[in-house]
């Protein structure tokens, strides 16, 4: 709140002079009691100046006021402006002596009186209270009847404004209003105006007016008098003030990202005209390429560019693109001052004024040297990793296929060589039991018939054996006769139910597919009797969409949870049986998977016959 104290002019009337006051005297006696009473409502107030005659002037009209009234003064001032106000009161007649003597005028040396209660560069409070407060009192009591008020000066505070001791001055002003809420008295401080002269005056000038009821302007604008002046000097001053803040707003924010930009080290960010040439340079565009502001602002940015770059006139590409579709961001190559290359990633972004022509580019760069390197490293091994994975694959499927003709050849072998002895063994023993039946005591008999029978028994095993190593039938009639075979003496050896599901559409398959979907089968079944305990198993199989659908279940207790994770269902960590059977699949190129089939497990396997006409 601006507040402006009325000034007025001609002498002071006091209860000393003699009583043959005429009206016109009477007149300005009641004028200036009224005014005394209008500066009475605002307690504290601050007076701004830029003369110390007009300082003087205002505090006089201030002080006697209050003595004209029969009130008191306290001025706590300067020796210049205690001198000064002393002749400024005695010249309208006041009797200054006599009110001292009363002790309804008290003047104090500012600098002495902030003394006595300043204790390590800061107002003491319960001092300043003593001090002060104590001095207000017997003002107050001094004009001898009720409700006399007292009228104080002081520029304590100015002082310590002059000194630097900004918050000090700050929370003087505070106390002084603390003492105002326990006193009744009417203050007024005053500052020079050249103390608020530097460009970040404006925050404690406004901390200042803020600590105040009532601001009283220095005299370039006391001197107004028409309304419609003030008004209009007022309006300015919004216009000035509004202006000053949004200019010093913008200065303020431009400074900020100023150093925040010149701070980055991370980014190289600078400027460039409309022709690429570098306007601005900052820590991080140093660092990066090695220039300094002083040897590349005024270059071409184009200095950053391979030789490659140059001759296809990526540079002038890259501005034209920036300003077509509003920004240009890319890697590539880049040269630091020192001739060695690194790996940059580049935003280039327009900048357009009013009017949306371009007046210049902004460019941020950042050294992706080491995240490059890296990332051909990690390419690097992924390739190494691949090439090991497909050899690694051959090298299984080598396995595979040796396993196959070892199993075949062992099949051959029971089949042709131990089943043909097993079979003469056998005929020779039922021989001997024909030819000595009669003549063998019972109990060698007995054995003879026994060995007979297990010599039976190891045929038959022999030619399971042999068949489930390699089944003839696979070769000679295909998959769907082996697969009958094979269930069938599967459903007998374990008691489990097994349904096999052939689409009638099913015909003759690759060689390498049907013993591929056989030993998949046939590992799985294995499986589910060691380890399922599933009373029943399924298998299907189809043709669909140029696609061999294979799908094996159980009704088990399914996989332990530690075996159900995605890596397991790959078959990395399910064991040999399943990793060889997903080996089979993926070595067709086809798709392998293992899923929970509450209950129980579901095994899913496709293979693509086009892949292996």
Known sequence: MLYVEPSFGGGLMTEFESLNTGS???????????????????????????????????????????????????????????????????????????????????????????????????????????????????????????????????????????????????????????????????LRCAYPMRGFSGRDSSEPFLKICAEHSGVLPAESYMSLIEEDEKRRTVAQLQQKAEAFESEAALKQSEERFRLLVE??????????????????????????????????????????????????SLPAKVLQIAREEGHYAGEGWRVRKDGSRFWSSVVVTPLRDASGSVIGFSKITRDMTERKELMDRIQQHAEELETAQLSLRRLTGQLLHVQDDERRRLARELHDSAGQILAALNMNLESLHEALKDQLAPALAQRLEESIRLANQVIRETRTLSYLLHPPLLDEAGLRDALHWFVGGFIERSGIQTELEISASFSRLPRELEIAIFRIIQEALTNIHRHSGSPKAGIRLALEQNEVLLTISDQGKGMPPAESSEESRSGRKLGVGVAGMRERVLLLGGRFEIADGNPGTIVKAAFPIRSID
């Open 263 to 312: 701070g980055v080290q991370d980014y190289a960010i600078y400027s460039l005209d409309p022709q690429g040439v570098i306007t601005s340079w900052n820590v991080g565009a140093r660092r990066i390429k090695g220039y300094t502001a002083a040897e590349i602002i005024g270059r071409n940015f184009s200095t950053f560019y391979t030789r490659e770059d140059i001759e296809r």
């Open 24 to 186: 016109a005297e009477l007149t300005e006696m009641t004028d200036t009691q009224a005014m005394w009473r209008e500066s009475d409502q605002h307690q504290h107030t601050v007076q701004f100046y830029e003369d110390d005659a007009f300082l003087v002037d205002e505090v006089g009209r201030f002080i006697g006021t209050a003595l004209g009234s029969g009130d008191s003064g306290v001025v706590i001032a300067t020796k210049a402006h205690r001198d000064g106000l002393a002749q400024r009161l005695a010249s309208h007649g006041l009797n200054i002596s006599v009110a001292t003597a009363q002790g309804r005028y008290v003047a104090l040396d500012a600098a002495e009186t902030l003394s006595k209660f300043m204790r390590s560069g800061e107002p003491d409070p319960e001092l300043f209270m003593t001090v002060i407060g104590d001095v207000i009192e017997r003002a107050k009591k001094a004009g001898g009847r009720d409700g006399a008020r007292v009228a104080a000066f002081g520029e304590m505070v100015a002082l310590l404004w002059a000194e630097g001791k900004n918050d000090a001055a700050i929370r003087l002003e505070q106390l002084w209003n603390a003492l105002a809420a326990s006193r009744s008295f009417s």
